[in-house]
C-alpha cells in the first residue's frame, strides 16, 4: 500500500500548529525570507528526508501553492512521518489573512 499524507485546508493546519505540529517549508531561501509561517524550518524539496527534517510526531509541509510540497509530504509519509501537507500552499494561507513572518523585519509576503 503506498504511504499516505492528508492534505488539509490552511485553519486545519493552523489547528495542527498549535498543537505542536512541525513546519516544513519546501521552496527556495528567497521566497521563504520574503514570508513564512513562524516557527517553520527551510528544507528543500530535494534535501528533504527523515535526516533533515528530526523527529516530529506530526509534518506539515508546505510551499507557494501546495504542488511541490505534496512530492515531499508524500516522501515524508513513506518515511513514517504522520504528514500533512496544505492544500493551496502559502497562497491560500495568506488569502485567508493567517500570519506571516519575513526574515528580515518587512512586511511578510508570498513569492
Known amino acids: 500500500m503506498p504511504a499516505r499524507y492528508k492534505s488539509v485546508e490552511p485553519d486545519v493546519a493552523r489547528r495542527l500548529i498549535a498543537g505542536g505540529a512541525h513546519v516544513i517549508d519546501v521552496r527556495g531561501k528567497e521566497e521563504w525570507a520574503a514570508g513564512h509561517v513562524e516557527g517553520s524550518d527551510r528544507i528543500s524539496a530535494g534535501q528533504i528526508s527523515s535526516h533533515s527534517v528530526g523527529r516530529a510526531d506530526t509534518v506539515i509541509v508546505v510551499c507557494a501553492n501546495g504542488k511541490l510540497s505534496k512530492r515531499a509530504?508524500?516522501?515524508?509519509?513513506?518515511?513514517?512521518?504522520q504528514t500533512y501537507h496544505l492544500d493551496g500552499g502559502l497562497a491560500a494561507w495568506h488569502d485567508l489573512g493567517l500570519p506571516l513572518i519575513s526574515s528580515n523585519g518587512s512586511r511578510a509576503t508570498v513569492l
Do not use: F, I, M
Open 73 to 81: 509530504a508524500r516522501k515524508l509519509a513513506k518515511e513514517g512521518y
